[in-house]
């Protein structure tokens, strides 16, 4: 069974001057399967927040469809079947990190002595701050607290929307490490909204590209790094420009597969190309180049340039 499934997904909000509505999701179809960490990527206002709203029954489409394992959202997230970890709000700031879990886990009928408490404070590392007030907390612990409550239903869909916004570098890497122990197992669906693209590039496999409220790339991440960006390969030799060597040796990487531009500066040559494999053979085994640097494109230069 999909475990997510949206069809020509349509929300409208009325313009504020009396104009044309405006789309905020304007079509969106995606498919999810269980098991699956998808990054859903876009610049503010694409229409993530939106759509992820849709999928936990927050708010009502326009038009289109969503079911989350056959469920409509609502119905799915009345079964503990979906969670998710929002941004901001939903905690009290005058509770501690351990009245705040044992309460919301007696609304799942979850006892106070039950083990799968101190479990859960234990994966997300809130054993330490079980103690300390909710208000106390900084931006990066208030989230684990939120993930924390979001994995007490054992959630077969976990849902994130903007999960690191505002915390530190430290503590976005420590929210990835827990993240990455919740999912390795391939059991539990991730779908993720971010800005971060690092993070993307870095914990999902597939990454969807939304703008305008549209799909513009639906993609392996990999394969999506790679589609709007050519490979650069650096090096030096050891001969001066003037040297008719020299122009041979550029010639002889033009002329290999792959190869768009070769530019020279000075005796630092640079190539752009699909492939880095074959130029980085042919400059160290043919050609004795050194000091080789090579760069592959970033999920970043295929953001901007779909997205714009």
Not at 240 to 258: C, H, I, M, V, Y
Request: hydrophobic fraction near 40%; charge should be negative; aromatic fraction near 4%.
């Amino acid at each position: 069974m999909t475990a997510l499934s949206i069809k020509n997904l349509k929300k409208q909000y009325p313009s504020p001057d009396g104009g044309a509505p405006i789309n905020a999701v304007d079509g969106i179809s995606l498919e999810v399967q269980p098991g699956e960490i998808v990054a859903f990527l876009g610049p503010n206002g694409a229409g993530k927040t939106t759509t992820l709203d849709i999928v936990l029954g927050l708010i009502a489409p326009t038009s289109g469809s969503v079911e989350v394992f056959g469920l409509s959202p609502r119905a799915a997230v009345n079964a503990g079947r979906v969670s998710a970890v929002l941004q901001t709000g939903g905690l009290l700031r005058d509770l501690t990190v351990a009245e705040t879990i044992r309460a919301i886990a007696a609304l799942h009928g979850i006892s106070a002595n039950s083990p799968r408490i101190g479990d859960i404070m234990e994966r997300t590392d809130l054993h330490r701050l079980a103690g300390r007030r909710v208000g106390k907390c900084s931006g990066g612990e208030q989230q684990r607290v939120r993930f924390a409550l979001a994995l007490l239903s054992n959630p077969q869909l976990l849902i994130l929307d903007e999960p690191t916004a505002g915390m530190d570098a430290a503590a976005r890497r420590n929210f990835w490490e827990t993240m990455r122990a919740e999912t390795h197992s391939g059991e539990r669906t991730v779908i993720f909204a971010t800005h971060y693209l690092e993070e993307a590039q870095a914990f999902a496999p597939r990454t969807v590209l939304v703008g305008h409220g549209r799909v513009v790339a639906d993609k392996p991440t990999d394969e999506l790094r790679n589609y709007m960006g050519a490979r650069k390969v650096e090096a030096s030799f050891n001969l001066n420009p003037d040297n008719p060597k020299f122009a041979e040796n550029l010639a002889r990487l033009t002329s290999l597969q792959g190869v768009q531009e070769v530019r020279n500066d000075g005796n630092r040559v640079t190539i752009s190309g699909s492939s880095s494999d074959d130029v980085a053979r042919v400059l160290l085994n043919d050609l004795n180049a050194f000091d080789l640097e090579i760069a592959t494109p970033t999920l970043e230069s295929a953001f901007f340039a779909l997205t714009d």
